[in-house]
């Protein structure tokens, strides 16, 4: 792992940096490009974040300096024009882009940082601790030992980042989140306006999403295994966009007793399905290795991976991967 001088120094010595929102990307991912952005401005650095797979998210627009995000691909970036790229929340190539292999040219280095424990580091320096809830948490570390000024608009983007990957609970959840809570909060921002856009933001559409992924779910493994599927022809059918489905039904189907993993198995595209993982028990069914097993990665209670096939072909390929990797599990 790098130090924070050692990224500092790289960050000094470079002089086109590009960052990137992560495909499927969240507040975490755009708060803290964003709020690095901000602090690099500090510094006189200009950079450049793009949107790349994504399109802009009104439920994002709150955040500061939104507007400054590119709405361009990274195949549409000259690479050799940059000299850094800095990879924040971003697991593993992947991450960048999935709508090409990613390679990156000997000009361009690489700083990763990240809390995924799935990432390979991949950069030319890494700062990865799985043990944070959020990227955000980790850049306000950095931005402490940098002595960047915490702005309202950096906490602006730094808290709707925290905020919403750790919701003040989930996994690596921990005194420091609170701590960097509190310091944000002391920059004077505006927290209910924040939480209301993170958390009302949903779309009609995405209860219908809801709908469907509570209606399909199916039982496995003496129930302790939920499989909830929605085929491309039912999101084309109901017109269910990528953006109506950040209210993550998993999440729900995994509040229930007994539903001890859980996969939701999406055909955003035919043929292609992206599949999320919880579980309620992570020591037993640490679900970043079913995701790793199958080409994802993640957190320890959820995770993720693309599987290649209808909806009923992930399913069976789901069901040997958790019978493998979770033997305990009894049919
Ligand atoms: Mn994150």
Not at 117 to 134: H, Q, V, Y
Not at 295 to 322: F, N, S
Request: aromatic share 8%; proline share 4%.
């Amino acid at each position: 792992m790098n130090t924070p001088q050692e990224i500092l120094d790289l960050i000094k010595k470079s002089n086109s940096i590009l960052m990137v929102c992560h495909p499927g990307t969240d507040h975490d991912s755009v708060g803290s490009n964003l709020a690095l952005h901000l602090a690099l401005k500090q510094i006189k650095k200009d950079s450049k974040i793009i949107f790349a797979d994504n399109s802009p998210n009104y439920s994002h627009e709150f955040m500061p300096s939104y507007d400054q995000i590119k709405e361009e691909t990274w195949q549409d970036q000259d690479l050799s024009s940059f000299d850094l790229f800095i990879a924040l929340d971003i697991a593993s190539l992947d991450q960048v882009t999935k709508r090409s292999s990613v390679e990156f040219p000997k000009n361009l280095k690489v700083i990763v940082i990240d809390h995924h424990r799935s990432n390979p580091s991949f950069g030319s320096l890494n700062l990865i601790d799985p043990d944070t809830p959020a990227t955000a948490q980790l850049l306000h570390r950095l931005f402490k030992e940098w002595n960047i000024e915490i702005t309202p608009d950096i906490a602006t983007c730094l808290f709707a980042a925290l905020y919403s990957d750790s919701k003040f609970k989930y996994p690596g959840t921990n005194s420091e989140t609170y701590q960097i809570a509190a310091d944000l909060l002391s920059t004077g921002i505006d927290l209910d306006d924040i939480i209301f856009h993170i958390d009302n933001f949903h779309t009609r559409k995405s209860l219908k999403y809801i709908e469907l992924a509570l209606k399909n779910q199916k039982h496995f493994f003496q129930d302790q295994l939920v499989i909830t599927t929605i085929s491309y022809k039912e999101l084309q059918s109901h017109s269910i966009k990528k953006h109506d489905q950040d209210i993550q039904p998993q999440n729900i189907i995994k509040s229930a007793l007994g539903n001890d993993i859980v996969a939701m198995v999406n055909e955003n595209e035919p043929e292609i399905c992206s599949c999320s993982f919880r579980t309620r028990d992570q020591k037993r069914y640490d679900v970043s290795l079913l995701a790793s097993a199958l080409g994802g990665g993640g957190h320890a209670t959820a995770a993720g991976c693309r599987i290649e096939g209808d909806t009923k072909k992930a399913t069976q390929i789901l069901i040997k991967a958790v019978q493998k990797i979770y033997p305990d599990l009894s049919l």
